[in-house]
């Protein structure tokens, strides 16, 4: 073991509550060790889905030694505990895969969509190559209150289907693609310099935030988190129901500070105290 816990994690526990998500294990860059640490103080303490995301195979055997019942995706990298996802609710994710060398991070993706609890579907292998291949899935598309499009190489596909449905877009880049793809900022730099409008694009290879961004955005409707104190400052206070919120009202000019107290003299005779 990667010695105590606390020599390497600080877990947040308190996020469900806050952000009504949990917080996921981004293994990438963690020993083994620590991911099996991480997933040992998790088996007990947490609420709702964990996500181990960008697991290689070391990481997910450490994650199953520890949670022998874990969700284990190899493709997408990614395991989840407990292994069953929530029922859905909201409404529905549709992910779209430009070309099969794109098929983990849509991987990733949908199955966060899913484990956030939205109902999801995953089109492959219909990338701007052959248009006719989108062209068939536009009515599954419309039906979607958000879909997610990863792409590689130009990355062109995002700004098509933006222009096809009325959905927000989540654009993924990824590192596929030839040396001039530039391991995904060529298709980056395309996504963000999309016409198409509403389309909004998160880091390359991403698929874990694209997930989480379009479960986001088809949550059911429902009362906003309550608003905490942040550690060493003060709740925001709010008027009772029925009363009005107390304001305060703007500074009048003669009163705005300045260098030179002719100028606030000359600011003041130039307001209109009948003007809107």
Not at 112 to 118: D, F, K, N, V
Not at 177 to 202: D, I, K, Q, R, S
Not at 213 to 225: D, E, H, K, N, V
């Amino acid at each position: 073991m990667s010695g105590d816990l606390t020599s390497y994690a600080e877990l947040d526990l308190d996020r469900t509550r806050r952000r009504g998500y949990p917080e996921a294990v981004y293994c990438a860059g963690k020993t083994p060790e620590q991911v099996a640490g991480i997933a040992t103080a998790l088996r007990d303490r947490a609420e709702g889905v964990t996500l181990f995301t960008r697991a290689g195979a070391e990481h997910a055997e450490a994650v199953l030694a520890t949670l022998p019942d874990a969700f284990h995706d190899p493709v997408a990298g990614l395991l989840a505990w407990p292994p069953e996802p929530p029922e859905p609710t909201g409404d529905r994710v549709v992910v779209v895969a430009a070309g099969t060398s794109d098929l983990p991070v849509a991987r990733e993706a949908t199955l966060t969509a899913q484990y956030l609890g939205r109902a999801t579907d995953l089109i492959v292998d219909v990338g701007v190559a052959g248009l006719h291949r989108i062209l068939g899935h536009v009515d599954l598309l419309r039906r979607a209150r958000a879909v997610v499009v990863v792409a590689g190489m130009d990355g062109a596909l995002p700004g098509v289907v933006a222009g096809l449905i009325p959905a927000p877009v989540v654009a993924v880049p990824t590192s596929v693609g030839y040396g001039a793809a530039f391991e995904g900022l060529a298709a980056l730099l395309t996504m963000l310099n999309a016409c198409a409008p509403g389309v909004a694009v998160v880091n390359i290879d991403n698929g874990y935030g694209a997930g989480h961004l379009a479960a986001q955005i088809t949550a059911p409707p429902g009362p906003a988190a309550p608003i905490t104190a942040l550690p060493g400052r003060a709740a925001p206070t709010t008027a009772p129901p029925g009363t009005a919120a107390p304001t305060t009202a703007p500074p009048s000019a003669a009163s705005i500070p300045v260098a030179d107290p002719s100028l606030s003299t000359a600011i003041a005779g130039r307001v209109d105290p009948g003007r809107p």
